[in-house]
């Protein structure tokens, strides 16, 4: 078997994955009339998974660093399935809560090994688009999985997303078990020795970039049903659509960053994507009366905030590519850490002030990242130290 055809098979689990994490988003209002609180306690649910995930992930791959690659992905299948199951029987906010930190934790796990099985299977010179095909796998939970999870949730009860999801599980063990080689586990990193890599400013400069990108990203994201029933005036029926909608332009933005990526590099794709995903958050904020308009501003949204995903990535391996692993596990740590802030603050804001400013604070998130993204990259050089640079190049060329 081909390390492209292992590649998509491990794409095809994130996917399920990925639905899991996201189908909380689509389904908010669902979760919210039934377990009797309100919307912004329901988006909590997701800064409950968003912390576990965190905080949770790098104890669990220093603690598992010695294990083959292959057997870990299948221990935290197993736990992902029982996380789930759980959802469906048990009733309650706080059982639901306890599911979903279950899910976090064994989501983290298979997600931080299949990045680096995905890296160690794929050569060198296709790393992007290699790890772009997973986060394809993420973004196709998007198109299908939560625009799927939606209408069962109208049509049905929204357990039976969760359910579903548990049932599938069994097919991903299946699918890890006769696909995927072993791949031996590494030496063990205890997270002291994870967190020195915070002292290289890039590193930290790097996650401090993924903080805003997906902090920004999740202020509006978690909220999106809500937004397009009660602001945009959507049906439910046309909420699925536009979720199906959002989601095609994710896989497509996930696939053109890891393409980009690997011809033009990561800095101009990884601005550009930024500042495009930023103006689009405000467009969409002075059409949000407009259903009409709503479709294509929230595809051009998605389209720019996912060409980030395997871009970023990418940048991160680069700057440690010794440690791909402690990379991608703090990464992943900060992407969770972020979504629950962005959870958190859009809850504030949709208490505090209303649900229509969700756009605007989520567009200044993503603007401070593309800001230091540009900063760091060195595309703001002002001053005397832009002065000097120039004129040491102007100096060069004249000698030559």
């Given at each position: 078997?081909?390390?492209?055809?292992?590649?998509?098979?491990?794409a095809?689990?994130?996917?399920?994955?990925?639905?899991?994490?996201?189908?909380?988003?689509?389904?908010?209002?669902?979760?919210?009339?039934?377990?009797?609180?309100?919307?912004?306690?329901?988006?909590?649910?997701?800064?409950?998974?968003?912390?576990?995930?965190?905080?949770?992930?790098?104890?669990?791959?220093?603690?598992?660093?010695?294990?083959?690659?292959?057997?870990?992905?299948?221990?935290?299948?197993?736990?992902?399935?029982?996380?789930?199951?759980?959802?469906y029987?048990?009733?309650?906010?706080?059982?639901?809560?306890?599911?979903?930190?279950?899910?976090a934790?064994?989501?983290?796990?298979?997600?931080?090994?299949?990045?680096?099985?995905?890296?160690?299977?794929?050569?060198?010179?296709?790393?992007?688009?290699?790890?772009?095909?997973?986060?394809?796998?993420?973004?196709t939970?998007l198109?299908?999985?939560?625009?799927?999870?939606r209408?069962?949730?109208?049509?049905?009860?929204?357990?039976?997303?969760?359910?579903?999801?548990?049932?599938?599980?069994?097919?991903?063990?299946?699918?890890?078990?006769?696909?995927?080689?072993?791949?031996?586990?590494?030496?063990?990193?205890?997270?002291?020795?994870?967190l020195?890599?915070?002292?290289?400013?890039?590193?930290?400069?790097?996650?401090g970039?993924?903080?805003?990108?997906l902090?920004?990203?999740?202020?509006?994201?978690?909220?999106?049903s809500?937004?397009?029933?009660?602001?945009t005036?959507?049906?439910?029926?046309?909420?699925?659509?536009?979720l199906?909608?959002?989601?095609?332009?994710?896989?497509?933005?996930?696939k053109?960053g890891?393409?980009?990526?690997d011809?033009?590099?990561?800095?101009?794709?990884?601005?550009?994507?930024?500042?495009?995903?930023?103006?689009?958050?405000v467009?969409?904020?002075?059409?949000?009366?407009?259903p009409?308009?709503?479709?294509?501003?929230?595809?051009?949204?998605?389209?720019?905030?996912?060409?980030?995903?395997?871009?970023?990535?990418?940048?991160?391996?680069?700057?440690?590519?010794?440690?791909?692993?402690?990379?991608?596990s703090?990464?992943?740590?900060?992407?969770?850490?972020?979504m629950?802030?962005?959870?958190?603050?859009?809850g504030?804001?949709?208490?505090?002030a209303?649900?229509?400013?969700?756009?605007?604070?989520?567009?200044?998130?993503?603007?401070?990242?593309?800001?230091?993204?540009?900063?760091?990259?060195?595309?703001?050089?002002?001053g005397?130290?832009?002065?000097a640079?120039?004129?040491?190049?102007?100096?060069?060329?004249?000698?030559?």
């Amino acid at each position: 078997m081909s390390y492209n055809l292992k590649i998509y098979m491990l794409a095809l689990v994130s996917f399920l994955v990925g639905t899991s994490e996201f189908i909380i988003a689509g389904i908010l209002d669902k979760v919210s009339d039934d377990i009797g609180v309100s919307v912004a306690a329901a988006g909590q649910l997701i800064t409950v998974f968003s912390l576990a995930y965190g905080f949770g992930t790098p104890f669990l791959m220093a603690a598992a660093a010695k294990v083959d690659r292959k057997r870990l992905m299948l221990y935290a299948l197993s736990i992902f399935i029982v996380g789930n199951v759980a959802a469906y029987f048990f009733t309650g906010f706080t059982a639901l809560i306890v599911s979903r930190v279950i899910v976090a934790l064994s989501s983290g796990v298979f997600v931080v090994t299949a990045l680096t099985v995905a890296a160690k299977l794929a050569p060198a010179e296709k790393q992007g688009s290699a790890i772009a095909t997973l986060v394809m796998g993420f973004s196709t939970a998007l198109i299908v999985g939560v625009p799927l999870g939606r209408l069962v949730a109208s049509a049905y009860d929204w357990k039976l997303v969760f359910g579903g999801i548990g049932l599938l599980g069994l097919l991903a063990l299946l699918l890890i078990a006769l696909a995927i080689p072993k791949t031996d586990g590494e030496q063990p990193v205890p997270l002291r020795d994870q967190l020195k890599l915070l002292k290289n400013p890039k590193i930290l400069v790097a996650l401090g970039i993924t903080f805003f990108w997906l902090g920004g990203y999740s202020i509006t994201y978690t909220y999106i049903s809500p937004f397009l029933l009660d602001i945009t005036g959507m049906s439910e029926k046309f909420v699925s659509i536009a979720l199906l909608a959002f989601g095609i332009a994710s896989l497509i933005g996930s696939k053109l960053g890891g393409f980009s990526t690997d011809r033009w590099g990561f800095k101009r794709t990884l601005v550009n994507g930024m500042l495009l995903h930023a103006v689009w958050l405000v467009v969409i904020s002075f059409a949000a009366h407009s259903p009409g308009l709503m479709f294509p501003l929230l595809m051009l949204w998605s389209f720019s905030a996912w060409s980030s995903g395997p871009t970023q990535q990418y940048h991160l391996i680069s700057l440690a590519p010794e440690a791909t692993s402690i990379m991608l596990s703090l990464n992943s740590s900060v992407i969770q850490l972020a979504m629950a802030a962005g959870a958190g603050i859009g809850g504030v804001v949709v208490e505090g002030a209303s649900l229509a400013a969700i756009t605007w604070i989520g567009a200044a998130g993503v603007a401070i990242a593309a800001l230091i993204s540009a900063a760091s990259f060195g595309y703001l050089r002002v001053g005397a130290a832009s002065r000097a640079a120039d004129k040491e190049a102007r100096a060069r060329k004249f000698s030559a």
